[in-house]
């Protein structure tokens, strides 16, 4: 009986659920978070192409811009922790899809590779030992978003494969591969960027707060 | 700086070097992307006494469609209709040449037709230049000669570049002439029409093969000289995609004619449902009528014939072969000349059974599902199909990712007036995916269709209606809009000009008033049934009443 609370504790502590105040952040994360994403992910920044990597019969571009979605996931993640980082990764995607291009892809398997992002990320305890402002807790952040990314890539090459039929070597090449270098920099320079802005932004509305309400 | 701020960046060198970083690329970005001039919005005018136009209700042209048709016009020297330009086909790709011409003018008509009322060279030499080098010795040379059709084992079937067995070449070569007929209304190429379509309808019409036998359906409808209701490309093999075009014309031809030319296509459609289409419901690649003899065929591995081409990679199983290119491009002739039941049928089997989805707003396609591994110049052959074939479907959805996709490593830019996507990242591959990047977008993005393309216009439309039969200068000029509304009796003009230019209209009597947004244009004269706009650098939408 012990065992299964205890059990029952560290998953709620997992899932950033343990307290009623906890809980809150976390379901204002998922909603917010996934809201936003519907709306940022068709957003079509500026984007260029540097330059193409030939491969003789096709060409891979290499292409500076921002994701903004990747980075909603991320952020999300980072602060709120691994559930809230794999909703919105899936309810945020399957939103966008619904309401964007009326198409489901592999009956929303491509939501939940981004969702297995979101949740990888969203395993560590940032906030302990200064939270961000320690650039270990940053790169402790974008470890665990590189392992995401990498299972991200699996999830989302074999569902396809087995959902919706798609060829491995096919997707991951002719598919993905194109997508690469602008996640690539969504995830590794400029979601790092963007989880430390909200970081201070975060703490200087604490301090507001505190000085206002005199604690 | 202040002190703290200093400290914050040194203490935070991870985050900073990311934020440095993170500027430059976000700065590269921006300033390497070049700020491209636009097609402008076309607004409402007023005309007192005679009501409102909004002018966005109306066809137009993109500015980059009419940059890429200025680049076109420069690749193929519209002005040099010489023997030796004509017969220079060095400038297209040494595989498929004849498929780049022929597809670039299906694009061109539609390009055409979005802007109907404006008639002139501009237009009319580049359709002309493309007939011309169709027709060259170069090509017959190339296409029919080189490979072997002419060898004379095809006698009995037929082995001439004119006909009756090379429906790649007749079929586009008569459509590339119908089309021209179609958007211009001008008869010049008539006669050799008539003599195609005459020809395939004895193909088509035989209740007696080549090889003597009985060709006729189980309905005791004709099935033609080679028993399948279709007609060969190559003197040996049938393909669904080919005869798309035959069909397409065919139809049109009725339209434009009044004639009953269609009724002779119709065994054939029955014909390759029942026997050309693999068990995921997608035409297969090819059925041999009889034995070929040429080098394309000394490597490939071939079942009963008459019967199915092969998978390549499953010939040993028996596979007809499937490809993606063939497919995508009968669906949207099929959908074109109005079998729009076959195409929906096709196309959902099509999109399940071919299409890879990216996880961002991308997708593409691999030339065939039975070996989706391997990718050649057929691949990216058949996402050029697929791509106009999802935009005759009218699959925006599908259409934007397969463009994303195709387009995404080649940036757009103006040379001028002209406009191209930047080939140069491409290697080997450069030469072959250029014209072909070219030509597919400005299609793409017309704001026509060839559905539209087989509503015909009245005759009356083109002898009677105001149109732009010439301009003083096509240098820097951008004819976004030219449509004469029948209802209202106006002609709706949206223009860019970059120098001083005079527009004649032809059978435009007694105009009454040339209306901007601001209020009245002075700037025109009328002489006889000609009416000419005169016409200061800028931007302009007009109603001419």
């Given at each position: ?215 | ?220 409808r004709p099935l033609g000289l080679w028993r399948t209701g279709l007609i060969p490309c190559e003197p040996y093999i049938v393909f669904v995609q080919c005869n798309s075009i035959p069909f397409y014309a065919i139809t049109l031809y009725d339209k434009l004619h009044n004639s009953n030319y269609a009724q002779s296509i119709e065994p054939g459609i029955d014909w390759w449902q029942e026997y050309m289409t693999d068990d995921n419901g997608i035409q297969i690649d090819g059925y041999y009528i009889s034995e ?254």
């Amino acid at each position: 009986m012990v065992e299964h609370s205890n059990f029952r504790n560290s998953l709620l502590s997992f899932l950033r659920l343990e307290s009623a105040n906890e809980a809150k952040w976390t379901l204002s994360g998922i909603i917010l978070g996934s809201i936003i994403y519907i709306f940022v992910s068709p957003v079509t920044l500026p984007s260029y192409t540097f330059f193409g990597l030939d491969l003789g019969i096709t060409v891979i571009p290499i292409t500076g811009g921002l994701y903004l979605g990747l980075v909603v996931i991320i952020l999300v993640a980072s602060f709120y922790g691994p559930l809230a980082g794999l909703l919105v990764g899936f309810i945020g995607h399957l939103g966008s899809e619904i309401l964007f291009t009326q198409q489901i892809v592999a009956m929303g398997m491509v939501g939940l590779s981004f969702g297995m992002l979101g949740f990888i990320v969203g395993i560590p305890r940032y906030a302990k030992n200064e939270g961000f402002a320690n650039g270990k807790n940053l790169g402790k952040m974008m470890l665990f978003t590189l392992i995401g990314y990498f299972l991200m890539t699996m999830l989302y090459l074999v569902s396809l494969m087995v959902v919706a039929n798609q060829s491995f070597d096919g997707t991951l090449l002719y598919n993905f591969v194109p997508y690469f270098s602008i996640t690539i920099l969504s995830l590794f320079l400029f979601a790092p960027v963007f989880v430390r802005v909200y970081d201070i932004l975060i703490a200087e509305a604490k301090k507001y707060w505190k000085a206002k309400s005199g604690i | 700086m202040s002190a703290s701020i200093r400290n914050f960046f040194v203490r935070s060198k991870l985050f900073t070097s990311l934020l440095i970083l993170g500027i430059i690329i976000s700065g590269l970005t921006i300033v390497l992307n070049p700020t491209n001039p636009s097609t402008p919005n076309f607004g409402i005018i007023i005309v007192p006494d005679e009501g409102t136009f909004d002018l966005s209700e109306y066809p137009y042209l993109d500015r980059r469609v009419i940059g890429l048709w200025n680049s076109l016009r420069e690749l193929y020297s519209v002005d040099d209709f010489s023997n030796n330009s004509i017969n220079d086909l060095s400038i297209l790709p040494d595989v498929l040449t004849q498929y780049f011409i022929a597809f670039t003018t299906y694009g061109m008509a539609q390009i055409v037709d979005s802007t109907p009322n404006y008639r002139t060279d501009y237009y009319k030499n580049l359709f002309q230049k493309l007939i011309l080098m169709m027709n060259s010795s170069a090509m017959e040379e190339f296409e029919w000669i080189l490979p072997g059709f002419a060898d004379e084992r095809y006698e009995s079937l037929g082995n001439d570049f004119r006909g009756p067995t090379n429906i790649m070449w007749t079929g586009h070569y008569t459509l590339m002439e119908l089309l021209y007929y179609n958007v211009f209304r001008e008869s010049t190429y008539n006669d050799e029409i008539k003599w195609f379509i005459d020809d395939w309808n004895n193909s088509l019409t035989a209740t007696t093969t080549w090889d003597n036998k009985s060709s006729i359906d189980n309905q005791g409808r004709p099935l033609g000289l080679w028993r399948t209701g279709l007609i060969p490309c190559e003197p040996y093999i049938v393909f669904v995609q080919c005869n798309s075009i035959p069909f397409y014309a065919i139809t049109l031809y009725d339209k434009l004619h009044n004639s009953n030319y269609a009724q002779s296509i119709e065994p054939g459609i029955d014909w390759w449902q029942e026997y050309m289409t693999d068990d995921n419901g997608i035409q297969i690649d090819g059925y041999y009528i009889s034995e070929p003899y040429t080098a394309l065929h000394q490597f490939e591995v071939l079942g009963e014939i008459p019967g199915p081409a092969l998978e390549p990679v499953l010939a040993s199983e028996g596979v007809p072969g499937v490809a993606n290119y063939g497919s995508s491009w009968a669906i949207a002739f099929y959908q074109g000349f109005g079998k729009t039941d076959i195409a929906e049928t096709y196309y959902r089997n099509w999109k399940t059974n071919f299409i890879h989805y990216s996880p961002n707003d991308q997708a593409y396609a691999p030339h065939s599902y039975h070996n989706p591994s391997s990718f050649t110049e057929m691949d990216l052959i058949g996402n050029l199909f697929s791509y106009l074939g999802a935009r005759e479907m009218g699959d925006s959805n599908l259409f934007r990712k397969l463009e994303n996709w195709f387009y995404g490593p080649y940036p757009g830019e103006w040379d001028g007036y002209r406009y191209r996507f930047d080939t140069s990242a491409l290697g080997e591959i450069g030469p072959f995916m250029d014209p072909i990047l070219q030509f597919a977008w400005a299609w793409g993005h017309a704001d026509s269709t060839l559905s539209d393309l087989m509503d015909v216009k009245s005759d009356s439309f083109y002898t009677s209606f105001p149109y732009i039969s010439a301009e003083s200068t096509t240098e820097g000029l951008f004819i976004y809009q030219a449509y004469y509304d029948e209802t209202k009796e106006a002609f709706i003009l949206s223009v860019e000009v970059n120098e001083q230019t005079a527009i004649t209209f032809d059978q435009f009597p007694d105009v009454q008033g040339v209306y901007l947004k601001s209020g009245v244009y002075e700037d025109w004269a009328q002489n006889g049934g000609q009416m000419i706009l005169t016409l200061s650098p800028g931007t302009y939408s007009f109603v001419i009443l």
